[in-house]
């Protein structure tokens, strides 16, 4: 059966923008300091670090340190919008920092730093293999993955064959004359290719036997449009009611007051294992942005070589990773990895105060990192 959880105040959540102008208290200021010699963004002393925002000049132009910067950039993906959200102000507090987040779908994230040229201390995507093909080597020389999350169906108790719709025949539901199901752009975000691939996995064949034949796919794809580029604003336009549905990850569905449906683990792209895998990876999707290939949901964030503050996006992924901030990613629906991994083969370049609460390795299950 559907499955329904209350939802905090939406200003209290994190689907928009996000600029905080803070002046540091006199403790803030004083822990700003005694960060000048903490580990950070290189692996090395942060305070002899010579990049922009953590570091100044002298009259003769040579490099001087500093304490670190008193702001950040984020940029991430819109399903991680409410646990940054939840985590900025205790982020904020902790460092005496103001913590400037933009998000927007993990590909179009991505191309802000590979394409468009602009600065970010951090970057957190909802497909990690985006920073492992897209970033690396030149824009970054690092990452961990350290969430995971599965793919859903959200409804309303008034959408059309909201009466009739369970676990088992959501596609019967959907497949209806005059029932419109929504999903993120596939070419800007990862949540939009994973819902097509959704959608295709139901048609292949798992363990012998599909969910439904070619014609219904087929009709599932008819009734889908993408009116909007992330899953936050597919939200508001569920509850509109301009959509009778719509396809998002799990993460966002259960921590909101509407019903929505778990879907089988062969469609909902959850499993990290091997028969899953090869599963999951007979998806493709084709877009403007390029072809992607289904796989294992999980999530991935870097500091990019790029980041003007990499000490602070370093503190950033360190406070993601474990203690509050994993608490913060289970309360908003997100199973992380525990403990979170790097890859092997990068690892020297993981900062000390990440690699901390971070496991080296060379895959994650059937993941190859």
């Not at 301009?242 to 879907?263: E, G, H, N, V």
């Not at 091997?274 to 072809?291: M, P």
């Not at 000490?311 to 990773?321: I, N, P, S, T």
Request: aromatic share 8%; hydrophobic share 35%.
């Amino acid at each position: 059966m559907p499955k329904q959880r209350s939802e905090r105040d939406p200003a209290e959540r994190g689907g928009r923008n996000t600029s905080r102008r803070r002046y540091l208290t006199a403790a803030g200021a004083a822990g700003v300091a005694a960060l000048a010699g903490c580990s950070g963004g290189g692996g090395g002393d942060t305070a002899t670090e010579a990049s922009v925002g953590d570091s100044t000049a002298t009259e003769t132009g040579t490099p001087t340190a500093t304490p670190m910067a008193d702001s950040m950039t984020i940029f991430h993906a819109g399903s991680l919008a409410p646990p940054f959200s939840a985590a900025e102000p205790a982020f904020e507090e902790k460092y005496g920092i103001e913590v400037n987040r933009e998000p927007k779908g993990s590909v179009a994230s991505t191309k802000k730093i590979t394409q468009q040229g602009r600065s970010a201390d951090v970057l957190g995507v909802s497909d990690f293999r985006l920073i492992r093909n897209r970033v690396l080597p030149e824009y970054g020389n690092w990452y961990t993955v350290f969430t995971t999350n599965s793919m859903s169906i959200q409804y309303r108790e008034d959408s059309k064959g909201a009466a009739d719709i369970s676990n088992d025949n959501w596609w019967e539901v959907l497949s209806r004359d005059g029932v419109t199901i929504g999903h993120a752009d596939p070419a800007v975000d990862p949540g939009g290719y994973r819902a097509v691939m959704t959608q295709q996995l139901g048609k292949i064949p798992f363990e012998g036997s599909a969910l439904y034949d070619d014609a219904t796919y087929q009709k599932l794809r008819e009734n889908s449009i993408v009116p909007t580029g992330t899953e936050t604003n597919l939200k508001g336009q569920l509850e509109t009611g301009k959509l009778d549905y719509a396809i998002y990850y799990q993460s966002i569905s259960s921590t909101t007051d509407r019903p929505y449906i778990d879907l089988q683990p062969e469609v909902d792209l959850s499993k990290a294992t091997s028969k899953y895998a090869e599963h999951y990876a007979k998806a493709k999707v084709e877009t403007d942005s390029g072809t992607f290939t289904g796989a294992p949901i999980a999530y991935g964030m870097t500091v990019p070589s790029v980041a003007r503050a990499p000490g602070r996006g370093a503190q950033w992924v360190e406070f993601m990773l474990h203690g509050e901030g994993q608490q913060i990613l289970k309360d908003e629906g997100l199973v992380p990895v525990e403990p979170a991994v790097v890859p092997q083969s990068g690892s020297e370049s993981v900062p000390s105060n990440v690699i901390e609460y971070a496991a080296a390795k060379s895959n994650l299950g059937p993941l190859q990192l």
